[in-house]
């Protein structure tokens, strides 16, 4: 069963949980320093390299809504002024990443948030959220959002809950389908646009 919701967590279904922070006051930092991070800014937009994260972190939690964009749309969707890529590493390779979306309404989503699979468990998911928290608030925000859901890791939305984000609600839809990384696939390419 469900913590918050009461309701099963089978194949069937997904339970979205909405989250938010209202200020900044609300955050609760990560007691872990986790000094091995090296967290920089993706300060040339690349589509190639969102792509890569959102392949390597994403697909063993069923990331949906990417699925048939192409080198066109990942390209727009890099570029906008409003996004902000963020990648941690450890010791030089990608440890996980976080890309941050400025909305109309002054409020700053966490559109993405994830590590990479060797790095999960080894105490770096609350330092990272904490800044990308701080960054968000940084960015002149009114308010954090983000939706995680029950495909996630079993400890996402425990750490989104300790750094200070509340429940808003949850909805109940269908699962987002299983899916297997493109990375290593022999002879696959980026398509240039969605079929």
């Known amino acids: 069963m469900n913590q918050l919701s009461g309701q099963a967590n089978n194949a069937e279904q ?7 922070m209202a200020s900044r006051q609300e955050l609760r930092p990560s007691t872990r320093t986790a000094a ?6 993706v300060e040339i937009p690349s589509p190639e390299l969102n792509w890569f994260l959102h392949q390597l972190v994403g697909h ?3 990331w949906g809504g990417r699925e048939g964009w192409g080198h066109r749309e990942w390209t727009a969707y890099v570029e906008r002024p409003e ?6 590493y450890v010791a030089g390779t990608p440890a996980g990443y976080y ?15 994830g590590l990479h699979g060797p790095f999960i468990g080894r105490g770096l998911g609350g330092p990272l959220l904490t800044r990308a928290v701080e960054r968000c608030w940084e960015m002149g925000t009114n308010r954090v959002w983000l939706n995680t859901c029950s495909h996630d890791h079993p400890h996402a939305l425990q750490n989104y809950l300790a750094r200070g984000f509340r429940l808003v609600r949850e909805s109940v839809g269908p699962p987002n389908p299983q899916t297997q990384s493109v990375i290593f696939q022999s002879g696959q390419r980026m398509p240039e646009t969605a079929p």
């Open 99 to 113: 890309e941050l979306e400025k909305q109309q309404d002054g409020s700053v989503r966490i559109e993405c948030f």
């Open 14 to 20: 997904k339970i979205t949980y909405h989250l938010e």
């Open 36 to 41: 091995e991070l090296d967290v920089r800014r």
């Open 60 to 62: 063993n939690f069923r």
């Open 83 to 88: 996004l902000e890529t963020w990648v941690a």
